[in-house]
């Protein structure tokens, strides 16, 4: 059980495009999702707190009009890379908590986004 | 604020036992986490403890003490594939409980 999944693993895109990514957890209803971001041998670093029906919350740093999140049900979570640029290329992984459970995230298998 | 706090890397040989060690400064604890991440992968669940004292799970233990902000990863009969980087994380208490990671122990296990 606990398996959260996140489409694309693998995306390319032009500088000036935006970039969906989407967070699911498949066997278990998640009020809360969360999005981190991870750069080459770091650890992650924390970007939103994603809550279903309504706004997101965003770490301080992370520009929530760049990075926008979607959590419409209790099971999808989606994050949009607006006007990608180069340096947004990194590993995103998302992860999600059961609404009714252990105080355990489950992570998605990630999303490599290169910005050409 | 908060600071977790762990080695950067590890060796360690195959068949053998290897601690990895976690300090945490941090308000409002709830719990700390181990996760076990292969290079471009998720970090996948290994532990979680929230009380003080020692959780075995297989080949895996953690430990911890909230008095001293401090908490281990135990790793039994190391295996090749145990090879990974090991996520200490902490969770603060509130409406989210959301995770604080460590920058990971790059463990290297060697025949």
């Known amino acids: 059980g606990a398996v959260v999944s996140q489409h694309p693993s693998w995306v390319i895109c032009k500088s000036g495009t935006s970039v969906k990514i989407e967070c699911r957890s498949l066997d278990f209803q998640a009020t809360t999702m969360f999005w981190y971001r991870q750069f080459p041998k770091q650890s992650l670093m924390l970007m939103a707190t994603?809550?279903?029906?309504?706004?997101?919350?965003?770490e301080q740093g992370v520009e929530k009009d760049k990075f926008l999140i979607n959590h419409a049900s209790l099971t999808l979570s989606t994050l949009t890379v607006t006007s990608a640029h180069p340096e947004d290329s990194s590993f995103y992984i998302c992860?999600?908590?059961?609404?009714?459970?252990?105080?355990?995230?489950?992570f998605g298998a990630g999303t490599r986004l290169s910005v050409l | 604020g908060q600071n977790i706090d762990q080695p950067t890397e590890m060796t360690a040989t195959e068949g053998a036992i290897v601690q990895i060690n976690c300090t945490y400064q941090t308000s409002g604890f709830n719990g700390l986490f181990w996760y076990q991440q292969h290079a471009g992968e998720a970090p996948t669940f290994l532990s979680y403890n929230v009380l003080d004292g020692l959780e075995e799970k297989g080949r895996f233990s953690s430990f911890l003490s909230r008095s001293k902000g401090y908490s281990y990863l135990l790793l039994k009969e190391l295996q090749m594939k145990d090879s990974a980087s090991y996520l200490c994380?902490?969770?603060?208490?509130?409406?989210?409980?959301?995770?604080?990671f460590g920058t990971g122990t790059l463990l290297a296990v060697q025949p």
């Open positions: 994603s809550n279903e029906g309504s706004k997101a919350t965003y």
């Open positions: 992860s999600a908590r059961e609404t009714s459970g252990t105080n355990i995230q489950y």
């Open positions: 994380a902490v969770s603060r208490s509130g409406a989210t409980n959301k995770l604080i």
